[in-house]
């Protein structure tokens, strides 16, 4: 059963079909429809992804220390947010990881926000867009570990500070840390299917009043979501640059 084509979906593919199916080539992967190779949650991370450009771009240069307006007063909450929380979590050489943990969240939350939009749906509750949010994860936290401590330093964390607990330790740790994409992927996914799910129920039983506090509900999720992803990512780091004392 195939999924119902957005209207930015159908531009997509009317339009830079070819595109796509380059693109796909490049990776080794064929589209079932050549014609239509565009999916919606892919469109819908573009769209995301140009916005948190365009929003960026208008903001950059309005950025005033005298006379900051209201958009740079709500993005100096977030970073304010951000930056507090990488400190406690990740200590005062957190700021080097700032960049990426403020891309995570704007992208994951926009991502989750962009399904109240009527005619748009959240590509976070299509597996592959969190699995690949989360992966992202796993790789920046893993180099990381590496530019902190170098390679041979970083691979003895997983033998545990016992040598002869190393036998059992390693094959744990390995676990552990290929659990991490799996569960950041699941807890995402799952919470922004069902909320989306609950949502359009609601839409479709009645148009008064009820919707709305889904919707709410959906706005408090997405944001839940996105500082949990974001946060998890943070703890991630901080285990992997963390000196012994």
């Excluded at 084509?5 to 079932?32: M, S």
């Excluded at 926000?113 to 992966?135: D, H, K, N, Q, R």
């Excluded at 676990?175 to 909320?195: D, E, Q």
Aim: with cysteine; aromatic share 14%; glycine share 8%.
């Amino acid at each position: 059963m195939h999924e119902a084509e957005l209207w930015v979906t159908k531009l997509f593919n009317d339009y830079l079909a070819g595109v796509g199916n380059t693109v796909l080539g490049l990776a080794g992967v064929h589209a079932e429809n050549a014609a239509r190779p565009w999916a919606n949650f892919v469109t819908m991370q573009l769209l995301v992804a140009l916005f948190i450009v365009v929003v960026f771009a208008v903001l950059r240069p309005r950025l005033s220390a005298d006379r900051p307006g209201k958009l740079q007063h709500v993005f100096e909450l977030v970073y304010d947010f951000l930056h507090g929380q990488t400190e406690e979590q990740v200590g005062h050489h957190g700021h080097s990881y700032l960049a990426f943990f403020g891309t995570i969240f704007f992208f994951v939350l926009f991502c989750n926000l962009i399904g109240i939009i009527p005619g748009f749906e959240s590509p976070t509750m299509i597996p592959s867009v969190p699995a690949g949010c989360a992966v992202a994860a796993f790789l920046y936290y893993n180099i990381a570990g590496v530019q902190a401590h170098g390679l041979w330093k970083y691979l003895a964390h997983f033998a545990g500070p016992m040598p002869l607990l190393a036998p059992l330790m390693i094959p744990i740790e390995l676990v552990s840390h290929m659990a991490r994409p799996l569960s950041l992927t699941i807890r995402l996914f799952a919470n922004m299917y069902a909320g989306e799910q609950v949502t359009m129920v609601f839409l479709s039983l009645t148009y008064f009043l009820v919707p709305a506090v889904f919707m709410g509900l959906h706005v408090f999720v997405s944001l839940l979501q996105a500082y949990i992803f974001t946060l998890l990512t943070m703890m991630y780091v901080s285990g992997a640059t963390a000196h012994d004392h």
